[in-house]
Nanobody, 129 residues
Framework: QLQFVESGGGLVQPGGSLRLSCTAS????????IGWFRQAPGKEYEGVAC????????YYGDSVKGRFTISMDIAKNWVYLQLNSLRPDETGVYYC??????????????????????WGQGAQVTVSS
């Protein structure tokens, strides 16, 4: 069973950067679309970004466009999320998961985290001075 493992979280000052990584042991991520989500304390899951491993097309939530970048090294079975210009309200646990099906545009699916599968344990990101 595919299970993601996220890493790279930590404490960063406002305006700082982090790079999160996500991989799945024993399963190739090729042919999947991989999404990143986050959950702030006491809040619902929020879709952050998604990447199609076929072609590498990327999709972003409105709140992170221009600051976050999703990428992949599919040969090594890794998906990354570069977080720049972080804000305190972006503190939370960041997860990756597989997208359902095959879509031309995954942006709308970022609003439906329950449709994604194989969630990992997440990586804690704390933005604080």
């Amino acid at each position: 069973q595919l299970q993601f493992v996220e890493s790279g979280g930590g404490l960063v000052q406002p305006g700082g950067s982090l790079r999160l990584s996500c991989t799945a042991s024993g399963f190739s991520l090729l042919y999947y679309a991989i999404g990143w989500f986050r959950q702030a304390p006491g809040k619902e899951y929020e879709g952050v970004a998604c990447i199609s491993t076929i072609g590498g097309k990327t999709y972003y939530g409105d709140s992170v466009k221009g600051r976050f970048t999703i990428s992949m090294d599919i040969a090594k079975n890794w998906v990354y999320l570069q977080l720049n210009s972080l804000r305190p309200d972006e503190t939370g646990v960041y997860y990756c998961a597989t997208a359902p099906g095959d879509y031309d545009d995954y942006t709308p699916l970022l609003n439906f985290p329950s449709r994604f599968k194989s969630w990992g344990q997440g990586a804690q990101v704390t933005v604080s001075s």
